[in-house]
């Protein structure tokens, strides 16, 4: 058992410049507790861990342990007295093993100099029995999944005594099923005696194993909340104000097929065929959602519709009209709106004005453009317009992109996208790391786009959004399409789908472990109860228990989600 | 004026930064997590300097309402303009020091420096001083010159000497804004010369008709050998920087070959240099024949402006700018990225050839295989100097004409050695590379100037490192 302690933040305050991140914030962290720190992205709350692991020093305030005042002036300082850090993003070395990786920054010797890991080894394997981590430590860190790499972040933390352990957005790279693992190792953890600062905007988690939640918006502590508090009162505690979390969507009136995919096979550089075969077709009207988890095909699916792959055969069909081998220019002209699933990457530039971001694809064209002379005034006026219409928070819309949050740019890509006539609108994350409120506002958008009679393809890998905005459900694995079934599917049957069983054997299957399946496992309740409250905003989607063969394809997801 | 539509580097972080121990929550949605250090090493070359993190809408004092004009000052004064006219500053002072150290009245006074050491010091500012004032002189202002004409002679013939300076500076600083490092605008002046002094020396045209095609050549010769350079990059991703050194090589000794050839070589002479290109082949002189100051600075001018007008106010400026910028988004948004890079070359090697024109036509009136001098070089520290802007490269391409035809004078004058305005030069660009360093030694960081105002905005704090 190790020793407990108790750690108390006391009106920390961090100032950049005039920017004040943190306001007066006070957290008691309970010996023994998982405390969870709820926010939106922006309210602070990195900032304030980065504070109490002692890489910011706070403008005011203090930090005690177990009631002494303490000064960190670096991470070593924290992890001395007992605090450990796993970051969103993995500090890992991806060519050294395990045990190197955990031994890094505190590397024992043999006589010689040599590296003497056989202390560390010992030790990775302890922790891993007594947690059940399944590590092995002379594993190349890049060929593990990134739920396990995850796993040698916690142990480089329990290894050098952390007593707390802070957790940084941890599920915001995990599938599902890793989502459920971890939450148990953190429940593990917690019964051995380690606290845990838990940070997170996703509410079906927090709910699911926080002892504690602390609210914290803008920089201020706005509360304290119950775990048995409602989605919604978290939701609208978190966001400031009423968050209507159901879409009041009517049911789709599809109208005539106009968009046919037949046949798509998309050829990576590697010679696999990452999209294979793939069929299917979306009336107007109507939106089909692509589900599956990242890294299963989606990408180049979207991609080679819009024209980015060279290596594309079959046949995509819009009108009647072939897309396949155009440019991108040309299937944007040709009515086709795109979000992209990155927006930093590919949807914006950061260092250009929003107004020049929100005519990105359409700079060559009247207005903004008479030959090849543009006119900043209409850009400009053009702007404002997008920025009301679209809510986008920014005080003028000839500061640079960069600078608006993530959901205001998405706001941007979105207006860009929906503010000219299309034919199809593809939106890929649609969501992904954007804010409570602004994600109401975004599936309004994609709703009124169907509405108007345009054919809609969202891809997604939140299963709540895909639950929450489809008329028809795809579902993707390993680059083939498993099957598509009607809205109102059950997110048990989908999972398994996504896992890679086909609509019928993952019908029969849920149907059978349905009553089986042991309610007791945190996560089902949860998922339960996140079912019958309404679809959660921001949220991991549970899987059934039983699709386990996800995890293998799960490694794609590493880089890819930023946020 | 043409400056307001560039990118402004704000303090936000980069979208596509990677993630830190620092701020690992501080994707593009967190302007809170964000930090000073990080802020400090995103500097790139050409001036995607980022000043402070606080954002920019708290830094200039005023609110970001105002659409246009803000974005000049708010530059000059958040640290990209100031930081580079502190470098300038920064290089003349330690020029300064270095002129003193050669100079023979501080070597004598510092030998009794205890003694007396205002003697010492006073050599010192004199050496100094007297060093510059004999480069303003020689550059800008001469009042002992013969009358109002040979008194403003040096200012005429720094502007001779920066021209080719601009016209080749804007050639790199508009590949650099697409994200191309050309290197070649050596290459690209020696092609654009050979081109146009072979139609200047080599065809008998009437008057207006000769010069206009000789302009065209050489334009054309510069156009090429840059495209060139875009083909191979877009077609084949050979890279820009290693193509176009490879390029200036291949420039020189064609140059050479043809110098010794009967289709270029003088009738008579052995040295390898070129007839003399006919007068309708040359640029009219401005002021007369009493200065070199020729019809090319005015082209100089016009292309200033093109370029400015270009970036900033046309779809092609937008493409090559989102190109630079991001060329991901770029080609999502339907641009094409090897037409751009293509495009952009060429117009950039046409640039260097409006210098090479500029040589052959208007400076030296000959072909030499020294036609380019160094100017393709130096081109691209006018280029960085000037922060890849139009209007900066002008007044960059102006500063380093008047070291170079201030150099001369200030060695007849006080026997400072010319290369030390190489070395002036050459501090410049270091301190542009290192803009942490300015700040720091200015006093200007970013970090201090945070614990500055967090300090004046609250009272008793109890700051962290104090607890």
Redesign the interface.
């Known amino acids: 058992m190790v020793r407990v302690l108790k750690l108390e933040l006391k009106g920390i305050t961090k ?5 004040v ?2 306001d007066h914030i006070d957290v008691v962290v309970e010996p023994g507790q998982i405390h969870c720190l709820l926010g939106e ?7 304030l ?3 109490l692991y002692g ?9 005690l342990i177990d009631d002494k ?5 670096g ?1 070593g300082d924290a992890m001395a007295a007992g605090i450990g850090m796993v ?3 993995f ?1 890992l070395v991806p060519v050294f093993t395990v045990a190197e990786n955990v031994a890094l920054g505190a590397e024992a010797t043999k006589a010689g100099g040599f590296l003497n890991l056989d202390d560390t080894r010992r030790k990775i394997k302890e922790i891993s029995d007594r947690y059940g981590f399944d590590v092995d430590p002379d594993a190349m860190v890049e060929d593990l999944p990134v739920g396990v790499q995850q796993r040698v972040e916690i142990i480089k933390a329990l290894v050098r005594d952390a007593k707390v352990l802070i957790l ?2 941890p599920t915001a790279v995990l599938t599902p099923q890793d989502t459920d693992e971890l939450l148990d190792i953190m429940r593990q953890l917690k019964s051995h005696g380690t606290s845990i600062v838990f ?1 997170s905007h996703k509410l079906r988690e927090v709910k699911a194993v926080s002892d504690t939640i602390t609210v914290i918006r803008r ?1 201020k502590v706005v509360g304290s909340a119950d775990p048995g508090a409602s989605t919604t009162e978290l939701a609208s505690l978190m966001v400031g104000r009423a968050v209507n979390l159901t879409l009041d969507k009517a049911p789709a009136k599809p109208q005539e097929t106009t968009f046919q995919v037949k046949d798509l096979t998309v050829i990576a550089p590697s010679g696999q065929h990452v999209v294979d075969g793939i069929s299917f077709d979306i009336a107007r009207g109507e939106i089909l959602a692509v589900a599956g988890v990242q890294g299963n095909g989606q990408t180049e699916l979207t991609e080679a519709i ?1 024209g ?1 792959h060279e290596r594309a055969q079959g046949s995509i069909l819009l009108d009647g009209e072939e897309l396949l081998g155009r ?3 040309d ?3 040709a009515g086709v709106g ?1 979000v ?1 699933e990155d ?11 929003i107004a ?1 971001n929100l005519i ?2 359409r ?2 064209k009247a207005p903004f ?1 008479k030959g ?3 006119s ?1 005034a209409t850009v ?1 006026e053009n702007a404002k317009t997008r920025i009301e219409e679209f809510d986008v928070r920014t ?6 992109a ?6 205001n ?1 998405q706001k941007v890509v979105m207006a860009r996208e929906l503010s000219r006539p299309l034919r199809l609108f593809i939106a890929s994350q649609p969501t992904r ?3 409570v409120g602004s994600i109401e506002f975004l599936h309004k958008r994609i709703v009124a786009e169907r509405d108007h009679g345009t054919p809609v393809m969202i891809v997604s890998t939140e299963l709540d959004e895909v639950i929450e905005l489809a008329d028809r459900i795809a579902v993707l694995y390993k680059g083939k399409l498993v099957g598509i079934v009607p809205a109102g599917t059950g997110r048990d049957v989908l999972g398994l789908m996504m896992a890679g069983l086909s609509p019928e054997e993952a019908l029969a299957d849920a149907a059978r472990k349905q009553p089986a399946t042991d309610p007791g496992g945190a996560a089902a309740a949860d998922a339960a109860a996140g079912a019958a409250a309404g679809p959660a905003p921001t949220k991991e989607s549970n899987q059934a228990p039983a699709a386990h063969p996800v995890q293998e394809s799960s490694s794609g997801a590493v880089g890819d989600d ?2 | 004026m043409s400056e307001n539509n560039q990118p402004r580097h704000s303090a936000e972080p980069d979208p596509e930064r990677i993630p830190t121990t620092q701020s690992p929550d501080a994707g593009p949605q967190d302007p809170l997590g964000d930090d000073a250090e990080f802020v400090t090493t995103l500097d790139t070359a050409g001036g995607a300097m980022r000043p402070s993190a606080v954002p920019v809408s708290a830094q200039s004092g005023k609110i970001p309402g105002a659409e246009e004009p803000d974005s000049v000052l708010r530059k000059i004064f958040t640290g990209n303009g100031i930081v580079t006219i502190l470098a300038v500053l920064l290089a003349l002072f330690l020029g300064g020091l270095l002129i003193a150290a050669t100079d023979k009245v501080v070597a004598a006074t510092s030998s009794y420096f205890f003694a007396r050491p205002t003697d010492f010091l006073a050599a010192v500012w004199s050496a100094a001083t007297g060093s510059y004032v004999a480069l303003f002189q020689g550059s800008v202002f001469n009042p002992r010159g013969n009358g109002v004409a040979g008194q403003f002679a040096p200012l005429m013939e720094t502007l001779t000497i920066a021209t080719p300076l601009i016209t080749a500076g804007l050639g790199v600083a508009l590949a650099f804004r697409a994200g191309l490092f050309n290197i070649g605008a050596q290459g690209q002046i020696i092609m654009a010369g050979i081109l146009a002094a072979w139609v200047g020396f080599a065809l008998d045209l009437p008057v207006g008709l000769h010069l206009l095609l000789v302009l065209i050549a050489g334009i054309v010769g510069g156009a090429v050998w840059g495209g060139l350079v875009g083909v191979l990059k877009a077609r084949t991703g050979a890279h820009e920087v290693i193509v176009t050194i490879m390029f200036n090589y291949i420039a020189l000794y064609f140059l050479r070959y043809l110098l010794d050839t009967d289709l270029f070589q003088r009738p008579g002479e052995t040295t390898p240099i070129s007839p003399i290109l006919d007068p309708s082949a040359l640029y009219p002189q401005i002021f007369g024949s009493q200065y070199r100051l020729h019809l090319g600075f005015l082209l100089a001018i016009a292309a200033t402006v093109f370029v400015s007008w270009l970036l900033n106010r046309s779809t092609i400026g937008f493409e090559f700018r989102a190109v630079g910028a991001n060329p991901k988004a770029a080609l999502t948004a339907g641009i094409n990225v090897p037409r751009a890079t293509i495009l952009v070359m060429t117009l950039a090697g046409g640039l260097a050839g409006l210098a090479g024109v500029a040589q052959v036509a208007g400076t030296e009136k000959v072909l030499t295989d020294g036609v380019a001098a160094t100017y393709g070089f130096d081109a691209i520290t006018v280029a960085l100097l000037g922060r890849s802007t139009p209007w900066g490269t002008f007044a960059a391409g102006i500063l380093f004409g008047a070291f170079r035809a201030g150099a001369v004078q200030m060695q007849i004058q006080t026997g400072t050695p010319i290369d030390i305005v190489l070395v002036v030069q050459s501090l410049i660009v270091l301190f542009i590379a290192a803009p942490p360093l300015v700040r720091a030694i200015f006093g200007m960081n970013p970090r201090k100037k945070k614990a500055a105002t967090a300090g004046k905005t609250q009272k008793a704090a109890t700051t962290g490192g104090a607890a």
Not at chain 1, 69 to 73: E, I, K, L
Not at chain 1, 395 to 400: E, H, I, K, Q
Not at chain 1, 402 to 407: D, E, K, R
């Open positions: 100032r950049f410049g005039s920017l991140a943190n992205n922006g309210a602070g709350k990195s900032t861990m980065n504070v890489l910011y020093e706070p403008t005011e305030g203090q930090i005042p303490v000064t960190f002036r991470p970051h969103q993003h500090m940084d957005e940070i920089g819009l980015l440019s991108v220019k299937v944007l002209n795109f992209p927006r930093s990457v590919d949807g914006l530039i950061g260092t250009f004005s020049e990105l694809d700079y060559d453009a090849i002379s543009m900043p400009l005080p003028s819309g000839s500061l640079a960069g600078t608006l949050s993530g959901g740019q790391g954007v804010d930023h946020e």
